[in-house]
């Protein structure tokens, strides 16, 4: 057992020689500018508090005694939002990426994803028994070649919004070219939803595409500031993840406080457009702020923001820097993201100010 602790050992010390060390750290009082909660929705008592029912824990997977009424009355209303034919409820998105592509895609199958594709889905990918090959990023001409020498059934895997990068995926030129080939897209709309469309369904709706894919994954955890995610599509589709998808079979089912908390983020998200608004008038603040920002490398329109500082050790101290400010800015390191292409990721709020927004951005070029 000794050679055991001593390979781990090792492979923590190779970390922490290239200062890509990960360690936990303890919620701070500093100005966030790093969480994914866009609309402040994590701290919202109205959603959060729950009064006049009774709730219950988990009692196992839903396929044995952990479904209930009120959860499959959920999944229709989450269908109807997102203007889905039907919706399926996982524990969380990376279990619902698991459990999405490691069913879907058979031996002989071909998946295609972006080389930016997050890893919840390359493990889902890796768990299939399909042939798999990335994409250079937002690259139509380099996916068509692809395409073009895939075997059996094809699955193109997207994200709708980068979560490292910011950017956009082109939606509408990705849905005809899969139409034209045969082929089923998915996409991952985790950091889009609640920030894009007119309620906050994700850019498919915005553009109007929800007929064009094949499936799509919302996550609550980011925007909705709750736990837990749906796999959106047809009701042919949501009948095979209940047989097929061993991520949502094996797995004790979500609680009913976190899937009413589900329902609560959006009916009062319906109710508080405004809080999109904020945070679209202050991402539009930021990039006109920055316009001739030269480590600003990424066009991101969305509430992701990254300052590009090549090195670990060059970013980590200027995130050290910027949190002895007050903001709570975190650095993403390589092996995240590439090396030369270390980062601050900055998550804009609409609980945040032009004020502050203003400070962060004359620290980091002082």
């Known amino acids: 057992m000794k050679s055991h602790y001593k390979n781990i050992e090792q492979k923590l010390f190779n970390r922490k020689s ?102 919840s889905i390359r493990d889902g990918i890796r768990l299939s028994n399909a042939n798999s090959f990335s994409f250079k990023h937002n690259d139509l ?57 007119e309620k906050g369904e994700g850019l498919i709706v915005e553009y109007g595409l929800e007929n064009d894919v094949f499936a799509r994954v919302v996550t609550f955890g980011k925007a909705f ?50 809080r999109i608004n904020k945070l679209k008038e202050l991402i539009k603040y930021f990039k006109e702020s920055t316009f001739n920002f030269q480590l600003l490398t990424f066009n991101s329109n969305s509430a992701i923001q990254c300052v590009v500082v090549p090195g670990n050790d060059e970013v980590k101290t200027l995130a050290e820097k910027v949190q002895s400010r007050g903001f709570d800015v975190r650095p993403i390191l390589s092996p995240t993201v590439p090396k030369g292409e270390e980062r601050l990721r900055i998550c804009l709020h609409s609980f945040n100010t032009k004020e502050q927004i203003a400070e962060l951005i004359k620290v980091i070029q002082d």
Not at 29 to 57: K, M, R, T, V
Not at 94 to 119: K, M, V
Not at 250 to 272: D, G, Q, R, V, W
Request: hydrophobic content about 40%.
């Open 18 to 119: 290239e200062n890509a060390l990960r360690e936990l750290k303890v919620n701070n009082e500093l100005i966030d500018f790093c969480s994914n909660d866009y609309l402040g929705f994590a701290s919202e008592p109205e959603i959060h508090i729950q009064n006049g029912i009774e709730l219950f824990g988990s009692t196992g997977s839903r396929l044995i005694s952990g479904n209930h009424k009120i959860t499959e009355e959920v999944e229709v209303y989450l269908a109807s939002y997102y203007k889905a034919e039907s919706s399926l409820i996982f524990n969380s998105g990376y279990n619902a990426n698991l459990g999405l592509f490691s069913s879907l895609p058979q031996r002989g199958d071909t998946i295609i994803y972006d080389e930016l594709i997050h890893a």
């Open 141 to 197: 001409v380099a996916l068509e070649e692809k395409i073009k020498n895939a075997k059996g059934q094809i699955w193109i895997a997207v994200e709708s919004v980068y979560s490292m990068d910011g950017d956009e995926a082109p939606l509408k030129e990705l849905t005809q070219l899969c139409k034209n080939n045969d082929v089923a897209l998915i996409v991952d709309e985790a950091h889009a939803c609640g920030i894009f469309g």
């Open 225 to 274: 500031g709750a736990h837990g995610a749906v796999v959106l599509g047809s009701k042919l589709l949501r009948n095979y993840l209940i047989n097929y998808s061993r991520a949502f079979i094996y797995t004790t089912a979500l609680p009913l406080p976190s899937i009413l908390i589900m329902k609560k983020a959006h009916t009062f998200l319906e109710n508080n457009l405004d």
